[in-house]
Nanobody, 117 residues
Framework: QVQLVESGGGLVQAGGSLRLSCAAS????????MGWFRQAPGKEREFVAAISWSGGTYSLDSVKGRFTISRDNAKNTVYLQMNSLKPEDTAVYYC???????????WGQGTQVTVSS
């Protein structure tokens, strides 16, 4: 099994920045893709960004140019640098990981990001 623990959420004003981190433990050799999803109140969980073990990335169009995903394979950790935050970015952000490129086999507990206007 794989355990994921997120950190770095919080309250920030519009235009501000936050950096989320997610550390994986357990059977980490089984992990290829790692990434982030988010769920706003009353909405379905949506994909935000993902990165493969080799460093290939893809992200939601609405966050391109503002959010950057990266990972440190030696630390089994994925990061999400979020700049120019908007109120519509407010959500619980979940870290995901998986044996393939789509990181949805394992989940973290989520971290709240609130952007005030």
């Amino acid at each position: 099994q794989v355990q994921l623990v997120e950190s770095g959420g919080g309250l920030v004003q519009a235009g501000g920045s936050l950096r989320l981190s997610c550390a994986a433990s357990g059977r980490t050799v089984s992990i290829d893709g790692m990434g982030w999803f988010r769920q706003a109140p009353g909405k379905e969980r949506e994909f935000v960004a993902a990165i493969s073990w080799s460093g290939g990335t893809y992200s939601l169009d609405s966050v391109k140019g503002r959010f950057t995903i990266s990972r440190d394979n030696a630390k089994n950790t994925v990061y999400l640098q979020m700049n120019s935050l908007k109120p519509e970015d407010t959500a619980v952000y979940y870290c995901g990981a998986g044996p393939g490129s789509w990181p949805d086999a394992y989940w973290g507990q989520g971290t709240q990001v609130t952007v005030s206007s």
